[in-house]
Antibody, heavy 118, light 108 residues
Framework: QVQLQESGPGLVKPSETLSLTCTVPGGSINNYYWNWIRQPPGKGLEWIGYTHYSGNNKYNPSLTSRVTLSVDTSKNQVSLRLTSVTAADAAVYYCARWSIAWRAFDTWGQGTMVIVSS | DIVLTQSPGTLSLSPGERATLSCRAS???????LTWYQHKPGQAPRLLMF???SRANAIPDRFSGSGSGTDFTLTISRLEPEDFAVYFC??????????FGGGTKVEI
């Protein structure tokens, strides 16, 4: 069972940039679409977007002006960069692997909590 | 966007009882793109059912999914202690936003 691990600063100041990474064990990073999903406290899950090593990315229209996702195959990592954060960006951030065959996220990380505060 | 509404918000049951969870979509969803997950605190969400009714790897057969169009159901035939968790549905449409339901908490 693949275990994904998100990491990054737990505290970000308003207006600054949030950067998170997701480490993907093994050599399968090229074979999948990698997604980021978040859940603000007390709210539902929100899909942020996906990235593929080929550069094929798609973002939630509500975040597309601020978000960049990328794959670093040399490090087996997937990255999220979200600029100009506000309190509304405080959430648990998950990375998840998309199964094209199943049209589902077949593997998730445990998530990492991000607080936005000065 | 397709809005998924799950009910009830919380389901209070005892081990051995049957749990019936609903996921209703604001417009018709292709059954092949309706998914259920289980999420326990501090753990990674776990894929339960894909294609509305197909169990993922290692999911016990007490879990079953059904439905079509706008109404989908996840049933746990006999609750085991490890089944107490939050369950959420998710839909995928290639031209619309991927969305999740708000979740149903199954508690003792």
């Amino acid at each position: 069972q693949v275990q994904l691990q998100e990491s990054g600063p737990g505290l970000v100041k308003p207006s600054e940039t949030l950067s998170l990474t997701c480490t993907v064990p093994g050599g399968s990073i090229n074979n999948y679409y990698w997604n980021w999903i978040r859940q603000p406290p007390g709210k539902g899950l929100e899909w942020i977007g996906y990235t593929h090593y080929s550069g094929n990315n798609k973002y939630n229209p509500s975040l597309t002006s601020r978000v960049t996702l990328s794959v670093d195959t040399s490090k087996n990592q997937v990255s999220l960069r979200l600029t100009s954060v506000t309190a509304a960006d405080a959430a648990v951030y998950y990375c998840a692997r998309w199964s094209i065959a199943w049209r589902a996220f077949d593997t998730w990380g445990q998530g990492t909590m991000v607080i936005v505060s000065s | 966007d397709i809005v998924l509404t799950q009910s009830p918000g919380t389901l209070s049951l005892s081990p051995g009882e049957r749990a019936t969870l609903s996921c209703r979509a604001s417009q018709s969803v292709d059954s092949s793109s309706l998914t259920w997950y289980q999420h326990k605190p501090g753990q990674a969400p776990r894929l339960l059912m894909f294609g509305a009714s197909s169990r993922a790897n290692a999911i016990p057969d007490r879990f079953s999914g059904s439905g079509s169009g706008t109404d989908f159901t996840l049933t746990i035939s006999r609750l085991e202690p490890e089944d107490f968790a939050v369950y959420f549905c998710q839909q995928y449409h290639k031209s619309l936003l991927l969305t999740f339901g708000g979740g149903t908490k199954v508690e003792i």
